[in-house]
């Protein structure tokens, strides 16, 4: 999730556990958009009060890449639209107060940026990765179900189930799969820019 998008809902979290029902429409459209897991859901559905509900899903929420967002503020159209309307505002208001970071930033020239990792500079990224790899490969557009699949293959290794993952975004994606898309990713999920450049030293 984007940091901005991260510190909005930060911001409004006591508004919004006054405001918003965490009832199915919400939880359940979020589960089938993919950000919310089954087990997701249990831990929220678990809570005791409406309150604390809303909460434990904006705790999950910045864990679960770029697309959250977007889903959560869809999922608030119908039944709680001018909460929908008030957080586009605050965000806007956002862009208009801190421009965007250009890719600059992270120090690696264009011609870098624009071509397609190797296998072995994605081995590099993958031992430098944290627990927020899965982060990193939903936003890259895998599915829970794929690293599922990184997972059981490699039960061993989490060095190696990030390496399948991002070898298989690579396949699936071919010459989209560039540096550049890899950072986007990266700054999603609030990883320095920095661990990139020490994979293309």
């Known amino acids: 999730m984007d940091p901005k998008h991260k510190k909005l809902l930060r911001s409004q979290r006591l508004q919004l556990a006054d405001e918003i029902l965490v009832d199915d429409a919400i939880v359940q459209y979020l589960y089938q958009e993919d950000i919310l897991t089954l087990s997701h859901l249990e831990e929220i ?3 005791s009060s409406n309150r604390r509900k809303v909460f434990k899903l904006l705790d999950i929420l910045p864990t679960r890449g770029s697309r959250a967002f977007h889903h959560f503020i869809k999922s608030l159209e119908k039944e709680f639209p001018w909460i929908k309307d008030s957080l586009l505002q605050l ?6 107060e801190h421009p965007p970071p250009f890719t600059g930033q992270c120090g690696l020239p264009d011609h870098i940026l624009s071509t397609v990792p190797t296998t072995q500079h994605l081995n590099h990224l993958a031992a ?6 899965k982060s990193v490969l939903l936003d890259l557009g895998l599915s829970s179900a794929d690293l599922y699949r990184c997972c059981a293959d490699h039960p061993l290794s989490i060095q190696s189930q990030v390496l399948a993952g991002l070898v298989m975004w690579t ?3 071919g010459r989209k799969a560039t540096v550049q898309r ?3 990713s990266l700054q999603a999920a609030d990883i320095p820019p920095s661990v990139l450049q020490q994979v293309f030293v």
Do not use: F, I, V, Y
């Open 182 to 184: 890899l950072l986007q």
């Open 171 to 173: 396949q699936r994606n």
């Open 128 to 133: 430098c990765l944290g627990p927020e790899w």
């Open 91 to 96: 965000c806007d208001e956002k862009d208009s």
């Open 45 to 47: 559905q678990c809570e």
